[in-house]
Structures are given as C-alpha cells and as structure tokens.
C-alpha cells in the first residue's frame, strides 16, 4: 500500500443562502483515486475551484470523505483512534505562513510541533537544526519571523513540519502569496526535501512552472482528475490545458508555436535549457 491511497473519493458540501436555508449541495471532490508512493514528488494542478484544496485537507484529515476512503500509511482517516498518527505522518503546510508561525523567534517556532509530541529537549535542537538547515534558515534562527520575507516566512513553516518528522509533507498552494522570488526558494526548499531527505510532497498548485520536477502531475476540474501524468505528458497537451483554463510555462508554449509553425521540435519541452538543445538539432 502506498503512502497515501484514496479510493472513489466524494466530498460534498450544503451550499445554504445569506438566511442560512439550504439552497443545495456541491460535489467539490466527484469519485477520485489516488495512490502515492513514499518518496513521490506529485503535483496536483487546478483553477481555484476545481477541488485541489479540498482534495488536499483529505490527505492528513481535515476534512473526511462523505463516500469512498482515504488511508495515511495504511489508516483509515474516518478513524478517530489514528487521528494524531495520521497528521503526524502527513504534515500540512498552507498558503498563509502568518497562519502557522507562532513562535517570536524562529528556532522557538519550528521547535513547538516536537514539544507538543513530548519529544525530549535535547532531541527537539537537534530537530530544529536539521529542519532549518534542510530548508536554509539556520542562519536565522535567532531572528523574529516577524522581520522575515514572505518566501523566507514559508520556508519556516516548512521546517515546523519537518520537525515532525513527517513522512509525506501536503503543500497547499504554498506561494501563491509569495513573489516571484519567496516562489523559487520555497520549491528548491521542496525539492531538496524530496531528493535528499526521501519525503514524500504533495503540492498543490496553479503555477505550472513548480509541477516540471514532479514525479507525476495530476489535474483537476469540476472534482475530477480531467488529466494524470508526468509534467512531460501533460505538457504535451497545450490545447487540452487551454481547455481546462491553465497557463502552460512561457517556454512550453514558446516551443508549442514554434512545432506548429513547421519547425520540428518535440512535444512538452519543458525549460529553456531542452528548448535551445532542440533548436540547435534542428
């Protein structure tokens, strides 16, 4: 069994008017299966609304399936005796680090998870150490969060999580308050997890540019998946991902019109670099 698994995954919500009466109801997560290995990097990709984020707040059980199943590690998440388990092997990170961070000082901070689990002090420096250096904040260890930078502020919360000890880490839309910048670091921040620590990422996002080191991407609309494969496989869909309201990376769509334009270039390039290597073969 893998990391996280979800099997015919329905979620619905009452939509109820200004009065409070019931006006219906919305499927916001319509039948979705989900396996995810330990070590897997996936992207799951959407416009605000097709249900990334609720598919997401399933994954370490903020919310609960109103039909199907999702198992964390092998748990049921509908059962209440795994509940502490469950969020500890799938931490969440979201997109407003001012809603995480509560320490005054960093170190303070990303030290306040393992202090809640009953970890002993000396083992919670040594954590706080290695998650700050695993995200590059170290250096900033003494510093408010307060003073930090938006990407810098995430990268904290990023390392809270670590802390934990998680074996998979839920991003939820993680930059989508953060310049161009804060972007960049927290996803090498991520991808450095991924590689070098093993733990598994689910990110969720609407920035195709973060998905093109994924393992594998999936994207939904209306709560389905409407598209799964790797960034490669899916980038080779432009006309497909225009359809389902997406941007596609500047280079993909570069190299897109340039193919349909006669020159004879590969589908789903995807970074300058692949771009000028196929131009030069041409």
Known sequence: ????????????????????NVEGITRAVDEVDLDIRQGDFIAILGHNGSGKSTLAKHLNAILYPTEGTVWVDGKDTMDEAYLWDIRQTAGMVFQNPDN???????????????????????EIWERVEESLKAVGMYKYRKHSPNKLSGGQKQRVSIAGVIAMHPKCIILD?????????????????????????DITVVLITHYMEEI????????????????????REIFSQVEKLKELRLDVPQVTLLAYELKKSGLPLPDGI?????????????
């Open 173 to 197: 839309e993680p930059t989508a308050m953060l310049d161009p910048n804060g972007r960049k670091e927290v996803i090498r921040a991520v991808r450095a997890l991924n590689q070098a620590e």
């Open 270 to 282: 995807l970074t300058c670099e692949e771009l000028a290597e196929a131009l030069q073969s041409v």
């Open 100 to 122: 995480q961070i509560i320490g005054q000082v960093v170190e303070e901070d990303v030290g306040f998870g393992p202090e809640n689990m009953g970890v002993p002090t000396k």
């Open 212 to 231: 093109i080191h994924a393992d594998r991407a999936l994207v939904m609309d209306k709560g389905h998946v409407a598209m799964q494969g790797t960034p």
């Open 1 to 20: 069994m893998g990391i996280i698994e979800a099997k015919k995954l329905i979620f619905e919500y009452i939509r109820r008017d200004e009065e409070g």
